[in-house]
């Protein structure tokens, strides 16, 4: 029974360049959430998404930052022209479902973003 | 104020003994409450969630919740040198799906 993969473990990137981030939440869950934890800080929510749709983004840095959950295949968590300060640990985590209270988030083992 | 609030610690604890870790959050409308452990370079482990008021057990682990005091705590009993880790509280956000993590407090267990 796997649990929630995100790929690539680990990716280095030099300033300018664009970062992909992908993750596949774990079977049966398709509910999909993104989180940040800079080094010495906590974990922040970044983004929401359901299958096709973004649900709540408010989380989301406005520039460069931009997330999809398609149809088929992973959630991509994407960071265009990335700074040093993007230099992170990006989780995912997913759900069976949303609304109710009752709903527990798995995380996945992450990616860590180094920016060069 | 933070929304919420964890104890940095370090906490050290000797092997056998109770640890209590606690917590404090801003938002009167949360409803779910979560508590996580992180190992060092790990990513986040569910090991609780807590609902209602009072107490809920599960094996080791008891979390205690008091909305009105807008509070929740961890107790780990029998603490064995494996629960070193970080704590991480995590109420859900009123109304909607996002989790608000603390900064964690640091345990160590000594053997």
């Known amino acids: 029974n796997a649990g929630v993969m995100q790929n690539p473990r680990h990716l280095v990137r030099r300033r300018g360049q664009e970062a992909r981030l992908r993750c596949s939440p774990m079977?049966?869950?398709?509910?999909v959430y993104w989180y940040r934890q800079l080094p010495e800080e906590g974990l922040k929510f970044m983004v929401y998404?359901?299958?096709?749709?973004?649900?709540?983004e408010s989380g989301m840095p406005k520039e460069r930052f931009s997330a999809e959950f398609p149809k088929e295949g992973p959630s991509i968590l994407r960071i265009q022209q990335v700074v040093r300060g993007d230099s992170a640990a990006y989780f995912c985590?997913?759900?069976?479902?949303?609304?109710?209270?009752?709903?527990?988030?798995?995380f996945g083992p992450g990616t860590r973003l180094t920016v060069l | 104020q933070k929304e919420v609030e964890q104890n940095s610690g370090p906490l050290s604890v000797p092997e056998g003994a109770i640890a209590s870790l606690n917590c404090t959050y801003s938002?009167?409308?949360?409803?779910?409450f979560f508590w996580y452990r992180q190992y060092s370079g790990k990513s986040p482990e569910l090991i609780m969630s807590i609902y209602s008021n009072g107490d809920k057990e599960d094996g080791r682990f008891t979390a205690q919740l008091n909305k009105a005091s807008q509070y929740v705590s961890l107790l780990i009993r029998d603490s064995q040198p494996s629960d070193s880790a970080t704590y991480l509280c995590?109420?859900?956000?009123?109304?909607?799906?996002?989790?608000?993590f603390g900064k964690g407090t640091k345990l160590t267990v000594n053997p």
């Open positions: 079977k049966g869950h398709s509910h």
């Open positions: 998404l359901q299958k096709e749709n973004i649900i709540d």
């Open positions: 938002d009167r409308v949360s409803q779910s």
């Open positions: 985590a997913s759900s069976p479902r949303g609304g109710p209270s009752y709903n527990e988030q798995f």
């Open positions: 995590a109420p859900r956000k009123g109304g909607s799906e996002k989790l608000v």
